[in-house]
């Protein structure tokens, strides 16, 4: 064997002389948290499509409206911390059970309600199931994969994530449509009874006992770097659809099916590049990808940004291109460096954080836009935003992405002593 590769590689979390070997309830587990997981995604493109419709039948204003979202993730972000530690404490299984039970429960109500102050109380609900459900979904996923192969399963994970933002727009749009906008939440039904029993059959009833010692100063730099790479990541992602929309649709008169298309190109590199990421971060370790990933957004967002190209013209695509795929990079990382620095009895309460730096992440890029935005939407203030967009890739992620993998577990999985 190459000496090369019986050496630990600068940043991983683990040497790889050889892949250990995953069982086959590993994939099954994979599969059923990441399709929990996906369902979260889709409920907000799958609602967000319906919005329009809503405001009319219920004589809903569009300020008013975005309530429906809002509730969502407020109470979706403030369940994340209980919901971590409960996974901790009470396994995957239960947690997730119980947190799609909530989020079956809310869309129902949603289905049926009668005035639009039922319907917030309903999506308030909706957003408790889906803190509940988000770190259990993360840490029952990788609970079968031995550290040096959580990169491969995390990369499957991103691609979910992917492929449920490109599912959840038109479905919501074929819905809305044909139905109605109570089909979406009528939908969410179906969905949520199949990521039951699918987590109900594959994810075993484990409860661990934590006696790991607490997070050294280390792992705790380890954590706290994963969930900086991940706000900045929801953050460009977000800032940077929000943007693509505003300029496709108000600028260059494209529909809303025409903007969300050439965006749909995008979500596929995310999807794409997410499993290549997460082999990747398996064999070198979390730093590449991710610097890797920085490095390709940052450099696709500057080229839009300092006028090399028409916005709207077909050779802009490429470049978007580049920017999906170094977004999609940076999913599985992210994840790997956090959850590979701490015992899997930490796990749950480690997901929740990431989660909860991801939908901040999402906050701040919508934000960021929309203030970016509020003198007009022009191609110069576009192209502005998009330069402050790579300025954040370079100066704010590159080093994030150099700081993760330190204080990652070694490659038996065995507990390091704390430092610090």
Same mark, same amino acid.
């Given at each position: 064997?190459?000496?090369?590769?019986?050496?630990?590689?600068?940043?991983?979390?683990?040497?790889?002389?050889?892949?250990?070997?995953?069982?086959?309830?590993?994939?099954?587990?994979?599969?059923?948290?990441?399709?929990?997981?996906?369902?979260?995604?889709?409920?907000?493109?799958?609602?967000?499509? =319906?919005?329009?419709?809503?405001?009319?039948?219920?004589?809903?204003?569009?300020?008013?409206?975005?309530?429906?979202?809002?509730?969502?993730?407020?109470?979706?972000?403030?369940?994340?911390?209980?919901?971590?530690?409960?996974?901790?404490?009470?396994?995957?299984?239960?947690? =997730?059970?119980?947190?799609?039970?909530?989020?079956?429960?809310?869309?129902?109500?949603? %289905?049926?309600?009668?005035?639009?102050?039922?319907?917030?109380?309903? $999506?308030?609900?909706?957003?408790?199931?889906?803190?509940?459900?988000?770190?259990?979904?993360?840490?029952?996923?990788?609970?079968?994969?031995?550290?040096?192969?959580?990169?491969?399963?995390?990369?499957?994970?991103?691609?979910?994530?992917?492929? %449920?933002?490109?599912?959840?727009?038109?479905?919501?749009?074929?819905?809305?449509?044909?139905?109605?906008?109570?089909?979406?939440?009528?939908?969410?039904?179906?969905?949520?009874?199949?990521?039951?029993?699918?987590?109900? =059959?594959?994810?075993? $009833?484990?409860?661990?006992?934590?006696?790991?010692?607490?997070?050294?100063?280390?792992?705790?730099?380890?954590?706290?770097?994963?969930?900086?790479?991940?706000?900045?990541?929801?953050?460009?992602?977000?800032?940077?659809?929000?943007?693509?929309?505003?300029?496709?649709?108000?600028?260059?008169?494209?529909?809303?099916?025409?903007?969300?298309?050439?965006?749909?190109?995008?979500?596929?590199?995310?999807?794409?590049?997410?499993?290549?990421?997460?082999?990747?971060?398996?064999?070198?370790?979390?730093?590449?990808?991710?610097?890797?990933?920085?490095?390709?957004?940052?450099?696709?967002?500057?080229?839009?940004?300092?006028?090399?190209?028409?916005?709207?013209?077909?050779?802009?695509?490429?470049?978007?291109?580049?920017?999906?795929?170094?977004?999609?990079?940076?999913?599985?990382?992210?994840?790997?460096?956090?959850?590979?620095?701490?015992?899997?009895?930490?796990?749950? $309460?480690?997901?929740?954080?990431?989660?909860?730096?991801?939908?901040?992440?999402?906050?701040?890029?919508?934000?960021?836009?929309?203030?970016?935005?509020?003198?007009?939407?022009?191609? %110069?203030?576009?192209?502005?935003?998009?330069?402050?967009?790579?300025?954040?890739?370079?100066?704010?992620?590159?080093?994030?992405?150099?700081?993760?993998?330190?204080?990652?577990?070694?490659?038996?999985?065995?507990?390091?002593?704390?430092?610090?």
């Amino acid at each position: 064997m190459p000496a090369a590769r019986s050496q630990r590689s600068r940043g991983s979390s683990s040497s790889a002389p050889e892949a250990s070997p995953v069982p086959r309830e590993a994939w099954l587990r994979l599969a059923a948290c990441t399709g929990a997981a996906a369902l979260l995604q889709i409920d907000g493109t799958l609602i967000t499509v =319906a919005l329009p419709q809503v405001g009319s039948a219920l004589s809903v204003g569009a300020g008013p409206l975005a309530g429906v979202l809002t509730a969502y993730f407020v109470a979706y972000a403030l369940a994340l911390f209980p919901g971590g530690r409960l996974v901790d404490r009470l396994g995957s299984r239960q947690l =997730a059970l119980t947190g799609l039970g909530a989020f079956a429960a809310g869309a129902l109500v949603g %289905a049926l309600a009668p005035s639009f102050e039922v319907l917030i109380g309903s $999506r308030v609900l909706q957003g408790v199931g889906a803190g509940l459900v988000s770190p259990a979904a993360l840490a029952g996923a990788v609970s079968a994969f031995p550290p040096e192969r959580r990169g491969a399963a995390l990369g499957i994970w991103g691609a979910g994530s992917g492929v %449920a933002n490109l599912i959840g727009p038109l479905l919501g749009g074929i819905l809305t449509v044909a139905f109605g906008w109570r089909a979406n939440w009528w939908a969410l039904l179906p969905l949520s009874v199949a990521a039951a029993v699918a987590i109900w =059959a594959v994810v075993p $009833r484990t409860v661990r006992v934590d006696e790991s010692p607490q997070l050294g100063g280390l792992r705790q730099r380890a954590v706290a770097a994963a969930t900086l790479v991940a706000t900045l990541t929801f953050t460009i992602l977000i800032g940077t659809f929000f943007l693509a929309q505003q300029y496709l649709q108000e600028v260059q008169g494209l529909s809303a099916l025409g903007a969300g298309s050439t965006l749909m190109f995008v979500a596929v590199l995310v999807a794409v590049a997410a499993p290549l990421a997460g082999r990747l971060a398996d064999a070198r370790g979390e730093r590449l990808p991710a610097l890797l990933g920085f490095a390709g957004a940052g450099l696709g967002l500057a080229v839009l940004g300092l006028g090399a190209v028409p916005l709207g013209g077909a050779s802009a695509l490429p470049l978007l291109g580049l920017v999906g795929l170094g977004l999609g990079l940076l999913f599985a990382p992210t994840s790997r460096a956090a959850l590979n620095a701490v015992a899997e009895s930490r796990h749950g $309460r480690v997901s929740s954080v990431l989660s909860l730096g991801r939908l901040l992440g999402a906050a701040a890029g919508a934000g960021l836009a929309g203030v970016a935005l509020a003198p007009g939407v022009t191609t %110069a203030n576009v192209r502005a935003a998009l330069l402050a967009g790579a300025a954040l890739c370079l100066v704010a992620g590159l080093p994030g992405a150099m700081a993760l993998g330190t204080g990652s577990r070694s490659r038996s999985g065995a507990e390091p002593a704390p430092i610090g």
